[in-house]
């Protein structure tokens, strides 16, 4: 059993991956008391040594090095989903805390050989289901359980984008099956978490997926093939907090020209709530919360004081990681189980395997 970390001093965290690992968790960290970012890792020894340049940070290109690093007692890792395992295994035996971006690994069977290992050694692993940490999103959760739209009848979940619209956009892994990419591991994973943490567990889904943009120019021009699916409907059960059955549909698109954005629809046995946004560019700022009941006039919905974020930020993806990274860091002090953790992300990709198995 690993030893929490002393109260006295921050816990020491780096950050593997630079893209958003630099952009949103780097920021993020410089906010939260008790953590404290110390080194960076990338695999690239020229962008590593421009991320340390700019950040004043040590940097590892060496993974054995960085774990080796005494200084280190967390990592957050936010590279692409094909290595993340592995690294991630590696973190778990050196003794050190995770967390982890989605999708945790490529299939079910991995996370939870991660979640066997984190438990064996009592690390703590958070996974950045973000939208968990998203005002409106937490007013939404809150809703339901006080009853505001009664037994929940269904659901419809629109996540239609277009940030892959663009056929010229360049391949690289998210195009790849077989490296995680796809828009199930990119929404999927999102949209599994947040139906189960509002309404309840989710069952066996009914899938149809396509490519629509089946090739696109590697960074030499040439055409490449692309398998990895860019639209998935779902149609699927999910086992109520209260003991019921409410069926769900689900639209996931990144290639959605003019797409409507994110949409969650939950329709009650007394009254109904809309949670939305259309903002393309920032996938956190711009949420709507509107409420029904039976006979009454509709209202929009602002999230209650204790909700709120202390701090805005122009990249509104930083503040709920922000959020995250707290829960994380109390998670590993006081030794209590992270939610949302490894069980939250091995049920996630348990629903995206099953989505893929079914098409």
């Known amino acids: 059993m690993t030893s929490s970390p002393s109260a006295h001093h921050p816990i020491g965290v780096a950050i593997a991956g630079l893209g958003f690992g630099e952009a949103v968790h780097l920021p993020a960290l410089e906010t939260v008391p008790g953590l404290e970012a110390v080194a960076l890792w990338h695999h690239r020894q020229e962008r590593l040594d421009q991320a340390c340049s700019q950040s004043g940070l040590k940097g590892h290109a060496s993974w054995t090095s960085l774990l080796n690093d005494s200084r280190i007692e967390a990592v957050i890792i936010a590279t692409p989903p094909a290595p993340r395992y592995e690294l991630a295994m590696q973190a778990l035996k050196a003794g050190k805390h995770l967390l982890l971006e989605k999708p945790v690994a490529l299939n079910a069977q991995q996370v939870a050989d991660l979640q066997r290992e984190s438990i064996s050694r009592g690390l703590s692993v958070a996974v950045d289901f973000e939208y968990r940490a998203v005002p409106l999103f ?77 090739q696109r120019p590697d960074t030499a021009g040439l055409m490449q093939p692309v398998d990895a699916e860019d639209i998935a409907l779902i149609n699927v059960n999910l086992s109520s907090h209260q003991g019921e059955t409410v069926p769900a549909q689900v639209a996931l698109s990144s290639v959605a020209r003019n797409g409507r954005g994110c949409w969650i629809e939950i329709y009650g046995s007394e009254g109904s709530l809309v949670l939305g946004s259309e903002n393309q560019k920032d996938y956190v700022h711009g949420f709507s919360l509107t409420m029904q009941r039976d006979g009454e006039a509709p209202r929009n919905v602002q999230p209650d004081e204790d909700l709120r974020f202390p701090t805005t930020w122009s990249d509104g993806r930083v503040a709920p990681v922000a959020r995250v990274q707290s829960w994380w860091a109390e998670s590993i002090r006081s030794g209590r189980p992270m939610v949302p953790g490894l069980a939250e992300g091995l049920a996630s990709q348990v629903a995206c395997d099953l989505s893929l198995s079914s098409c």
């Not at 591991?185 to 889904?205: C, R």
Request: hydrophobic residues 40%; contains cysteine; charged residues 10%.
């Open 138 to 214: 937490q007013q939404t959760a809150r809703l339901l359980e006080q009853g505001a739209v009664g037994q929940p009848w269904l659901v419809k979940f629109d996540w239609l984008m277009s940030s892959r619209a663009d056929p010229q956009r360049a391949w690289n892994w998210y195009s790849q099956a077989n490296q995680g990419g796809g828009v199930l591991g990119a929404l999927g994973t999102h949209a599994f978490d947040t139906l189960a943490w509002l309404i309840g567990s989710v069952g066996e889904p009914q899938t149809v997926t396509c490519t629509a943009i089946n």
